[in-house]
């Protein structure tokens, strides 16, 4: 198993721009989420999926949106980046009856 | 409203003496409880979690953590700490009558001396 995966790595938008930050995991898990982490401030949740079709807002949703078309993917939707939204993003996953999340190896974002 | 702190930003020990990362959390239930840790430009790693039974989990590398429902603690230990350990720990809960999002704390970062 690859675990979940995250593409890309890095990347510098300018202001205004949009991006799609793509996530899959292969552990045919149930949820799905979408974190920031920003220094000294932990992780924050953007958004979460209990399975395909279904999205709901975590903490932080003002701008970002996703999708779950499958279970395999949660991509996650940056409209009009704006300079707070630099950070690193994690995907996780988690099995419903483990609980225990699988976090990707994340993408730093970096809005001029 | 859940929430868990880490009342602590870094702790230092040195090698080969017992550590301690300090968490404690608030749900309105019984909790579920994790802890994880992050390398360097890395994602976090899970280590060990409570969902009921013994108070003492043990989890991977040597770590262990205790559960404490009167003090609502959940604090990570490991008899002998190795400079490997260095790395920041995140505690998380989720309360499980509720949604199913976790709360993570803002970090310790350990720094275990050679």
């Known amino acids: 198993n690859a675990g979940v995966t995250q593409t890309p790595k890095f990347r510098i938008l300018k202001i205004g721009q949009s991006m799609t930050l793509q996530c899959t995991q292969d552990?045919?898990?149930?949820?799905m989420y979408w974190y920031r982490q920003d220094p000294g401030m932990g992780l924050k949740l953007i958004y979460y999926?209990?399975?395909?079709?279904?999205?709901d807002k975590g903490e932080v949703p003002n701008g970002y949106n996703v999708s779950r078309s499958t279970t395999e993917d949660f991509p996650l939707r940056l409209e009009l980046a704006a300079p707070s939204q630099t950070s690193v993003y994690f995907c996780?996953?988690?099995?419903?009856?483990?609980?225990?999340?699988?976090f990707g190896p994340g993408t730093r974002l970096t809005v001029t | 409203a859940q929430s868990v702190a880490q009342p602590e930003d870094q702790v230092n020990v040195a090698e080969g003496n017992p550590l301690t990362v300090k968490c404690t959390y608030s749900?309105?239930?019984?909790?579920?409880l994790f802890w994880y840790v992050q390398y360097p430009n890395r994602g976090l790693q899970f280590l060990l979690k409570y969902i009921t039974g013994d108070n003492l989990v043990k989890g991977s590398y040597g770590f262990e953590a205790e559960f404490n429902k009167s003090q609502t603690s959940f604090h990570l230990k490991k008899p002998s700490a190795l400079v490997s350990d260095s790395a920041l720990y995140f505690c998380?809960?989720?309360?499980?009558?509720?949604?199913?999002?976790?709360?993570f704390g803002t970090g310790t970062r350990l720094k275990v001396l050679a």
């Open positions: 749900v309105s239930g019984n909790p579920y």
């Open positions: 998380a809960v989720r309360d499980p009558s509720g949604t199913y999002k976790y709360i």
């Open positions: 996780a996953s988690t099995l419903r009856d483990a609980h225990e999340q699988y």
């Open positions: 552990m045919n898990h149930n949820y």
């Open positions: 999926s209990v399975g395909a079709g279904i999205t």
